[in-house]
């Protein structure tokens, strides 16, 4: 079966420092990588997607980056945090092919200050 | 890309009675997803419809899909106070490979 981690699952980091959150797949290969930030009470908003190491779809201009320098691993870093950095972060995956369903992490929860 | 728009925005039932939330999309769609968020917490998916279906049926969820109105209704039946999470429309652009995500119900259900 497949799982997918995050962490850490909650982040208090002051303006200005820097950011790394780290997603790891288990039980699949090759899989689709997603970055979303949710905001208190609202949607999802797409950050990144990785179709394999080293591709990086950015969707939102910002101060945030991902890398993926594995196959099952994805990272989302910042130079320098902002306030409005604020969030739930959620990593999710899906097959490459054959089914278009989404699989979240439990999410990090970041605040800064 | 621009999220969907679902209404409403928050529902209060009581156990038993049935839930209805909409959602409304603005592009051509491949498919339409649904997913459910308990507080603080990563989604679950619930059940996709493909633009080509107009209704599916999970256990007690229902959903209904109209191209032509651009609109998904998710239906649950017969609620429980466990169904009390948070439920969000995610679609598929065609030709796109990421998923743009509604702006979600609040539902609670009162035992």
């Known amino acids: 079966s497949q799982t997918i981690h995050q962490w850490p699952a909650t982040l208090v980091q002051p303006v200005g420092s820097p950011l790394s959150l780290e997603c790891t797949v288990e039980?699949?290969?090759?899989?689709?990588l997603y970055w979303y930030r949710q905001a208190a009470g609202r949607g999802l908003q797409l950050l990144f997607y990785s179709v394999g190491i080293g591709q990086i779809s950015s969707e939102v201009p910002q101060n945030l980056s991902a890398s993926r320098p594995q196959d099952r691993q994805f990272i989302l870093s910042s130079k320098k945090l902002l306030l409005s950095d604020s969030g739930f972060y959620l990593c999710a995956w899906k097959w490459t092919s054959g089914s278009y369903e989404q699989y979240f992490g439990p999410g990090t929860r970041l605040t800064v200050t | 890309s621009q999220q969907g728009e679902e209404d409403p925005q928050a529902l209060s039932i009581q156990e038993g009675e049935n839930a209805t939330m909409n959602c409304s999309y603005k592009?051509?769609?491949?498919?339409l997803q649904w997913y459910r968020q308990n507080s603080g917490r990563g989604l679950v998916h619930l059940i996709l419809i493909r633009s080509n279906e107009r209704e599916k049926h999970s256990g007690r969820l229902r959903v209904t899909l109209d191209t032509s109105k651009k609109s998904s209704s998710l239906l649950i039946t017969a609620s429980r106070a466990a169904d009390t999470a948070s439920y969000f429309c995610?679609?598929?652009?065609?030709?796109?490979?990421?998923?743009?995500f509604g702006s979600g119900t609040r539902l609670q259900v009162q035992p």
């Open positions: 995610a679609h598929m652009d065609t030709g796109r490979r990421a998923l743009t």
């Open positions: 592009t051509s769609i491949n498919n």
């Open positions: 039980g699949t290969s090759n899989p689709n």
